[in-house]
């Protein structure tokens, strides 16, 4: 039998919403007509819960700092012996 309280959810409610930013429930709750101004989603008007991903893109595309480019691999210095030339 799955335990459904472990199990990862596509969409959230307002406290997930509000936990996901990192805000007091209360404090979502009032600044949410600025969020949303400023294109966070609103509530799924069927399931009236948010849709984590839809959130989870806002956020992304708020990011100041781009994703650091992965590091170079490291080459190794060619060795050349000269006593097999």
Do not use: H
């Amino acid at each position: 039998m799955r335990d459904f309280a472990t199990v990862e959810t596509a969409c959230g409610d307002i406290s997930w919403a509000a936990q996901f930013l990192g805000m007091s429930k209360r404090r979502f709750s009032d600044r949410r007509r600025n969020l949303e101004a400023e294109g966070f989603p609103k509530r799924d008007p069927l399931l009236n819960i948010y849709i984590k991903a839809d959130v989870e893109a806002w956020l992304e595309n708020r990011r100041t700092v781009p994703e650091a480019a992965p590091p170079e691999p490291a080459v190794e210095p060619m060795v050349i012996d000269f006593n097999e030339l």
